[in-house]
């Protein structure tokens, strides 16, 4: 994983942390956990200056994000809402709750979601489909995605040769969102799939 980042970045210095960090929010596999650390180890011997990497990578976080609104923007309610009548145990209605939900706490959710693993990326999506004023999401991003970027690169920097360290415990965290987005997913399908039997019983009766 390592190999090539640390490839990119001798060879483009701040601006490959940058490309880096827009690749990894269209890629969520790509974790910013070990861009963002690695980064600021570079920056702690002097390969590239330290506010250059924040500068970067945060502009990097922004392009990605961007390219994901103008995604959910171009797919549009209607498509979002064909689709979903297409998945099995989602309902029109659970979309129509999300957008109100959204709709009343996107702002908060946007700047947040920056700070959090997996959402990080996908957040930019709803806030395409709803589109919340440009200006507005892409402050909000920026604001986010430099807290969340500060936090990490300053980790590396002063952790030098160590800042693999950043990756292991902040893992513990994403393998934590992970579990929880998992458990979320089968009490909603559990939900749906004990609906459906009592619907049936109903019109068996």
Same mark, same amino acid.
């Given at each position: 994983?390592?190999?090539?980042?640390?490839?990119?970045m001798?060879?483009l210095?701040?601006?490959?942390?940058?490309?880096?960090?827009?690749?990894e929010?269209?890629?969520?596999?790509?974790?910013?956990?070990?861009?963002?650390?690695?980064?600021?180890?570079a920056?702690?011997?002097?390969?590239?200056?330290?506010?250059?990497?924040l500068?970067?990578?945060?502009?990097?976080?922004?392009?990605?994000?961007?390219?994901?609104?103008?995604?959910g923007?171009?797919l549009?309610?209607?498509?979002?809402?064909?689709?979903?009548?297409g998945?099995?145990?989602?309902?029109?209605?659970?979309?129509?709750?999300?957008?109100?939900?959204?709709?009343?706490?996107?702002?908060k959710?946007?700047?947040?979601?920056?700070?959090?693993?997996?959402?990080?990326? /996908?957040?930019s999506?709803?806030?395409?489909?709803?589109?919340?004023?440009?200006?507005?999401?892409?402050? /909000?991003?920026?604001?986010?995605?430099?807290?969340?970027?500060?936090?990490?690169v300053?980790?590396?920097?002063?952790?030098?040769?160590?800042?693999?360290?950043?990756?292991?415990?902040?893992?513990?965290g994403?393998?934590?969102?992970?579990g /929880?987005?998992?458990?979320?997913?089968?009490?909603?399908?559990?939900?749906?799939?004990?609906?459906?039997?009592?619907?049936?019983?109903?019109?068996?009766?």
């Amino acid at each position: 994983m390592t190999d090539w980042l640390i490839e990119l970045m001798e060879i483009l210095g701040a601006p490959g942390a940058g490309l880096a960090i827009a690749l990894e929010n269209l890629f969520p596999p790509l974790p910013s956990e070990v861009i963002l650390p690695l980064a600021g180890f570079a920056s702690s011997r002097g390969e590239m200056s330290l506010l250059s990497v924040l500068a970067w990578t945060t502009a990097g976080s922004v392009v990605g994000a961007l390219a994901l609104y103008w995604a959910g923007a171009l797919l549009g309610r209607e498509r979002m809402l064909a689709l979903a009548a297409g998945i099995p145990l989602l309902k029109v209605s659970d979309i129509t709750r999300t957008e109100a939900w959204f709709l009343e706490h996107g702002r908060k959710t946007v700047f947040f979601g920056r700070m959090i693993p997996i959402f990080r990326s /996908l957040i930019s999506i709803p806030a395409g489909v709803e589109r919340m004023p440009l200006g507005v999401f892409t402050l /909000l991003t920026t604001a986010g995605s430099l807290i969340w970027n500060t936090v990490f690169v300053l980790a590396g920097h002063a952790l030098g040769a160590n800042w693999s360290l950043v990756e292991t415990y902040v893992g513990m965290g994403t393998n934590t969102v992970i579990g /929880l987005v998992l458990l979320a997913v089968l009490v909603f399908v559990g939900t749906r799939l004990a609906e459906r039997r009592k619907g049936r019983h109903a019109l068996r009766g």
